[in-house]
């Protein structure tokens, strides 16, 4: 991926994958140009006391999607943004903004072992399931499908008796906050890449 991307992360909540993702800035090959919410998150704290750009673009109530998303990407425009990271953004996304960005430019975290239980209360989706194992996974955002992109990487943890929501959303949070930094420093330093729809890992020394 060249040149060097310039990231706006997307928010709506408290901002714990953005600022494990700040933790780690330094080993990404990329700059982090601006935060941007839907709402006064917290989120946008945790950008600010780092010295970002922050930015709420709320939304209007009865507008179009797209109207939202044009706001949206506006401010992204304004910081030269190349490079779109979801980090808990509550909104999807139409095809109008994914198709502003190149394929491979928008890049999201779900708390699930994806293609299992996309969109809302994944927890509850998969304790009600009564899986043993569950996770995180890193994908590429793509019209279609709400997290149904192709995977970049993904974390296993143990679903536990007694479990709840709570207790599940925190064992997975851990490895959210592991697992999306190491797939965007992959994809930054050209590890990873997107050919044919899915995502491949190069092999040193492939061209
Ligand atoms: C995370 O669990 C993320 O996977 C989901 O929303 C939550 C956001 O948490 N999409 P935070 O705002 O990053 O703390």
């Not at 207790?167 to 990873?192: C, I, K, N, P, W």
Request: with cysteine; net charge neutral.
């Amino acid at each position: 991926m060249s040149p060097r991307p310039r990231i706006g992360v997307l928010v709506s909540g408290r901002g714990s994958n953005l600022a494990a993702l700040l933790r780690r800035r330094g080993e990404l090959a990329a700059d982090f140009a601006c935060v941007v919410s839907n709402t006064e998150a917290p989120a946008l704290e945790v950008a600010r006391a780092q010295g970002l750009p922050a930015v709420a673009v709320p939304v209007v109530r009865g507008e179009a999607r797209e109207a939202h998303e044009g706001r949206v990407l506006e401010v992204l425009q304004a910081h030269d943004v190349t490079f779109v990271v979801l980090a808990g953004y509550m909104r999807v996304l139409t095809p109008f903004f994914i198709g502003a960005f190149p394929a491979g430019h928008i890049t999201n975290i779900h708390p699930s072992l994806l293609p299992a239980f996309p969109g809302l209360h994944a927890h509850r989706q998969a304790l009600e399931r009564g899986v043993k194992v569950s996770g995180a996974t890193v994908h590429f955002v793509t019209p279609g499908d709400v997290d149904g992109g192709p995977i970049l990487a993904q974390r296993t943890v143990p679903v536990l008796a007694g479990d709840d929501e709570d207790t599940l959303a925190s064992r997975v949070l851990a490895v959210e906050h592991q697992v999306y930094a190491d797939a965007l420093s992959a994809l930054f330093a050209g590890r990873l890449m997107l050919r044919d729809g899915r995502v491949w890992e190069v092999a040193l020394g492939e061209v």
